[in-house]
Each structure stands twice: as C-alpha cells, then as structure tokens.
C-alpha cells in the first residue's frame, strides 16, 4: 500500500503560480508511476501529469507549456509547479500512484487538495 498526502494548494490570481507536493509513504522506486489528476466540479477527473519510473513526463493538453512534474527520489515526493494559472485550472488536484500489484496495476489516491484561479 502507499499512503499519499498532498499539499500546497490554495487561492490564486490568474496569471499566478503554485506549487503542489505529494509526500509518499514508500519509496518511490517501487512505484511505478506517480502523477496528478484533478477534478473541477460537474466534471469527471483528469489526467494533468503523470511521470513513469525510468520514464518521461506526459501532460494533458491543456497544461503543456504551464505545468511541469518532478520528482524527488530522495525525499518521496513528487511536485507539481503550475505557473500562468487560468481559472479553469480552478479543481481539486489529487496525487496518483500506480503499484504493480502481479500482472495490474492498483491505484492510490491522496486527499485532495483545492486550487481556486480567481481574480
């Protein structure tokens, strides 16, 4: 199992910048991808970004160029920078990891953390 918390989310001027982290329980390299999913209300969640061990970072469309995922092997994290905000990145953001668990892959979830782009 992995045990994931979030943080860093809040209020924000468009145009504005935040960073979210997600602290995991175990290592990181024994999971096999970390990313980011977020979910604005009426909507379903989505994929922003998602970085594979051994692999690279993919973004959703809408946030290639803005946002860029990192992590920390050393510490467990894994980071999400968002900069020239929109208010339609206005969701909660969650943290996602995929454990290989025999031949599937099981999903972890944080709690969530709210990001609202107002002006």
């Known amino acids: 199992q992995v045990q994931l918390v979030e943080s860093g989310g809040g209020l924000v001027q468009p145009g504005g910048s935040l960073r979210l982290s997600c602290a995991a329980s175990r290592s990181i390299f024994s999971i096999y991808a970390m990313g980011w999913y977020r979910q604005a209300p009426g909507k379903e969640r989505e994929l922003v970004a998602a970085?594979?061990?051994?692999?690279?970072?993919n973004y959703a469309d809408s946030v290639k160029g803005r946002f860029t995922i990192s992590v920390d092997n050393a510490k467990n994290t894994v980071a999400l920078q968002m900069n020239s905000l929109k208010p339609e990145d206005t969701a909660v953001y969650y943290c996602?990891?995929?454990?290989?668990?025999?031949?599937?892959?099981?999903?972890?979830w944080g709690q969530g953390t709210q990001v609202t782009v107002s002006s």
């Open positions: 996602n990891a995929k454990v290989v668990v025999g031949p599937a892959l099981d999903d972890y």
């Open positions: 970085i594979a061990s051994g692999g690279g970072a």
